[in-house]
Nanobody, 122 residues
Framework: QVQLVESGGGLERPGGSLRLSCVAS????????VGWYRQAPGKERELVVC???????RYKDSVKGRFTASRDNAKNTVFLQMDRLKPEDTAVYLC????????????????WGKGTQVTVSS
């Protein structure tokens, strides 16, 4: 079973950028779809972007044009480039395998890791 570990979070000012990484171990990512999720304090976890094995990405409306997902299958890594960050992007960001990435109801299908904290504040 593939295990995913997130990194790259931190404290950034509004308008700044961060790049998150999601590295797979235990098994190859292959053509698995991977989603970046986030959970802010007191809020439910939400899917930010899902990227298929062929690098087709589907974004949450509020991050379109600011966030870019990509993947390097040879390195078993999925990235999330976050630009023009806003305070409302503050959350723990997690990655997970996703079933039905491009469907109307994508579902996380793997195990959850600890995530990486992103804080956007001046």
């Amino acid at each position: 079973q593939v295990q995913l570990v997130e990194s790259g979070g931190g404290l950034e000012r509004p308008g700044g950028s961060l790049r998150l990484s999601c590295v797979a171990s235990g098994s190859s990512l292959g053509i698995r779809a991977v989603g970046w999720y986030r959970q802010a304090p007191g809020k439910e976890r939400e899917l930010v972007v899902c990227i298929t094995g062929g690098s087709i990405a589907r974004y949450k409306d509020s991050v379109k044009g600011r966030f870019t997902a990509s993947r390097d299958n040879a390195k078993n890594t999925v990235f999330l480039q976050m630009d023009r960050l806003k305070p409302e992007d503050t959350a723990v960001y997690l990655c997970n395998e996703v079933a039905g990435c491009l469907s109307s109801d994508p579902i996380p299908s793997g195990s959850w890791g600890k995530g990486t904290q992103v804080t956007v504040s001046s």
